[in-house]
Nanobody, 125 residues
Framework: VQLQASGGGLVQAGGSLRLSCAASGRTSSRDVMAWFRQAPGKEREFVLAIPRSRITTYYADSVKGRFTGSRDNAKNTLYLQMNSLKPEDTAVYYC???????????????????WGQGTLVTVSS
């Protein structure tokens, strides 16, 4: 399975962007897909995660209320709708997937074995 992220770009503060992550190849019925981000000089941090069931979406506190995650299982695609963007949201955004991660570990980047190449989001003030 490969992940391909797209949709990054330059946007002014307060603006919106929508990222997509398409998974190709054979996927699992138990997979979790997630977004992480990494700002220059910082650790990669959790943004959100959605299990295939889509019953619950897990969000980082820093994006709750501004970002919305969704996934289309028929298309094997994960989306990230980002609204009210702030300069501190500037980062490379990575999608990730795991077939074995447990809920208590869903925010831990080390639980994800599969990663996309990243897409840069730049928010200007």
């Amino acid at each position: 399975v490969q992940l391909q992220a797209s949709g990054g770009g330059l946007v002014q503060a307060g603006g919106s962007l929508r990222l997509s992550c398409a998974a190709s190849g054979r996927t699992s019925s138990r997979d979790v897909m997630a977004w992480f981000r990494q700002a220059p000089g910082k650790e990669r941090e959790f943004v959100l995660a959605i299990p295939r069931s889509r019953i619950t979406t897990y969000y980082a506190d820093s994006v709750k209320g501004r970002f919305t995650g969704s996934r289309d299982n028929a298309k094997n695609t994960l989306y990230l709708q980002m609204n009210s963007l702030k300069p501190e949201d500037t980062a490379v955004y990575y999608c990730a997937a795991s077939t074995s991660i447990i809920t208590s570990n869903i925010r831990n980047k080390n639980g994800y074995a599969l990663w996309g190449q990243g897409t840069l989001v730049t928010v200007s003030s």
